[in-house]
Nanobody
Framework: QVQLVESGGGLVQPGGSLRLSCVVS????????IGWFRQAPGKEREGVSC????????YYADSVKGRFTISRDNAKNTVYLQMNSLKPEDTAVYYC??????????????????????WGQGTQVTVSS
């Protein structure tokens, strides 16, 4: 059974940090591009950051460059999103998604925000004082 399970969300003050985790099961992480996406109420889903399966190449949305860092540990079947200097506009439900690496690379993975092979259920991130 394929599962992607996000965790690490919560309430944080502006300027604070959170680390999201996406644990996958039921498939081998080595052969998938993984992305983090977010969706705030009333807004379109946005590709936040994506990471390749092989060479570690990454993509970041302009809105998070310099603040967020994506990483993966294939041995632990886990992808992380370290979020620093959080802003109220980062408030959203954050989802991880997986797409086979033969069918995509990091930039299109993030830009095309739908039609992924697998999705997680999401974790809420709220940035507020």
């Amino acid at each position: 059974q394929v599962q992607l399970v996000e965790s690490g969300g919560g309430l944080v003050q502006p300027g604070g940090s959170l680390r999201l985790s996406c644990v996958v099961s039921g498939f081998t992480l080595d052969y998938y591009v993984i992305g983090w996406f977010r969706q705030a109420p009333g807004k379109e889903r946005e590709g936040v950051s994506c990471i390749s399966s092989s060479d570690g190449s990454t993509y970041y949305a302009d809105s998070v460059k310099g603040r967020f860092t994506i990483s993966r540990d294939n041995a632990k079947n886990t992808v992380y999103l370290q979020m620093n200097s959080l802003k109220p506009e980062d408030t959203a439900v954050y989802y991880c998604a997986a797409q086979p690496s033969f069918s995509t690379t990091v930039q299109p993975m993030c830009i095309m925000t739908y039609s992924k092979e697998y999705w997680g259920q999401g974790t809420q991130v709220t940035v507020s004082s």
